[in-house]
């Protein structure tokens, strides 16, 4: 099993930036592919983002396409979320997750180990 911390959340006025990073141990972190999930009060968890093993195939969300950027660093076992352009409606807690594959996917249930999440308040 991996243990994954996230880190980097708070509070932020809409237009704003922040990064999030999820560091990874335990596990050969650099074999696998990686997703950023998150959940707002009262919603379902949904996809953000997501990259495979090497970090040269990404899939966003439609809602973060363009603002957000998903990155591994494989040296430093983490992997990142820049967000820029943060709206309101981006306030969740945001999740970090490893699948034991090299293959990336935007489906929750296919990711094995989880974070605790990181809570991502923007104000308006």
């Known amino acids: 099993q991996v243990q994954l911390v996230e880190s980097g959340g708070g509070l932020v006025q809409a237009g704003g930036s922040l990064r999030l990073s999820c560091a990874a141990s335990?596990?050969?972190?650099?074999?696998?592919?990686m997703g950023w999930f998150r959940q707002a009060p009262g919603k379902e968890r949904e996809f953000v983002a997501t990259?495979?093993?090497?970090?040269?195939?990404?899939i966003y969300a439609s809602s973060v396409k363009g603002r957000f950027t998903i990155s591994r660093d494989s040296a430093k076992n983490t992997v990142y979320l820049q967000m820029n352009s943060l709206k309101p409606e981006d306030t969740a807690v945001y999740y970090c997750?490893?699948?034991?594959?090299?293959?990336?996917?935007?489906?929750?249930?296919?990711?094995?180990?989880w974070g605790r999440g990181t809570q991502v308040t923007v104000s308006s």
């Open positions: 335990g596990r050969a972190f650099s074999s696998y592919a």
């Open positions: 997750a490893l699948r034991y594959s090299s293959d990336y996917t935007v489906y929750a249930s296919a990711y094995n180990d």
């Open positions: 990259i495979n093993w090497s970090g040269g195939g990404t």
